[in-house]
């Protein structure tokens, strides 16, 4: 799946997400907000001025966004990612309120949609996470000048002795071969399992 096809999933199928900022205290704070646009560019959302929310975003320029979709835990699709945001100001606000038409019963005078402004997340790092596919599917993407974060295990080649240990504990059976063991990335559920089984420490943490 290319990154603007995450991209969209995150704007037009989950839509409504859950971002966080920081406060002044250096504290974290969480507002639902719609994502409202989408392109080969980054995400697009608005908020007004006068809010705290738009405080935050001016003074940090950084955020954090999550979100889900589906009926139940067994049926989710998720999408994380955190970057650098910036207000672009009235850029675009047309076109967001003639695809988001609900924006006319929020907002519905000209004159008072003169309090909003659009912010542009333009570079971000993240991931989709899918507990409806069977093994369970995770794939990482990046855009604009950062590079795809690496989570997760592996297995040292150098270090391997193929005894299975880690293969009997992997709760998705992402991982096969002789010797070395490799682990399928895309189906991993980085529980740690092989980490702390691995008798020779030849698994490694791979990021935070």
Known sequence: ???EEILHILQKDIHSTIM????????????????????????????????AFYERLMQRGFVAVTGLKGEDTMSSVSVNLRGKVRNIGKERLAEIFEKNPYMMQIYPT??????????????????LFDLS??????QSFSYGNVQTRKTGYQI???????????????????????????IDQSHCLHCGNCFRECP????????A
Do not use: H, W
């Open 20 to 51: 966080a900022t920081i406060d002044e205290e250096g504290l974290p704070v969480t507002c639902v907000i719609d994502m409202m646009l989408s392109d080969e560019g980054g995400l697009y959302f608005l908020t007004a001025r006068g809010k």
């Open 200 to 207: 020779i420490q030849a698994v490694v943490r791979l990021g």
């Open 110 to 127: 000209e004159i008072s949609r003169d309090a909003l402004e659009v912010f542009e997340i333009y570079e971000a790092a993240g991931e």
């Open 156 to 182: 040292l080649a150098d270090k391997c002795i193929g005894c299975g240990r880690c293969e009997e504990v992997c709760p998705q059976n992402c991982i096969s071969g002789d010797c070395p063991k490799v």
């Open 133 to 138: 596919q069977k093994p369970i599917f995770r």
């Open 1 to 3: 799946m290319t990154t």
